[in-house]
């Protein structure tokens, strides 16, 4: 028997900016099984994380930084 997870957001902060809930975040991570919850995640350690304000909107860039273990030859 499959377990269902709910959960519900009630707050959300990226790189110390406190930001608001959209309605139905929730609801949709629920509904789409966008959890995972004692299970292996994939990693984005491989990535350099900016976050920055521009022209009033808060952006996060995700910028691919391959570690030299993966290069081919």
């Known amino acids: 028997m499959k377990r269902e997870k ?3 957001i009630t707050g959300l902060e990226m ?3 406190k930001l ?9 991570l629920n509904r789409h099984n966008g959890w995972s919850i004692g ?5 984005i350690s491989e990535y350099e994380r900016n976050v920055y304000v521009t ?12 570690s030299n273990s993966r290069k081919t030859a």
Do not use: H, R, W, Y
């Open 39 to 43: 299970e292996e995640c994939n990693e």
């Open 20 to 28: 608001s809930v959209p309605d139905g975040l929730s609801e949709l």
């Open 15 to 17: 790189a110390g900016f």
């Open 55 to 66: 022209n009033g909107k808060l952006v996060s860039e995700l910028v691919f930084k391959p």
């Open 6 to 8: 709910t959960i519900e």
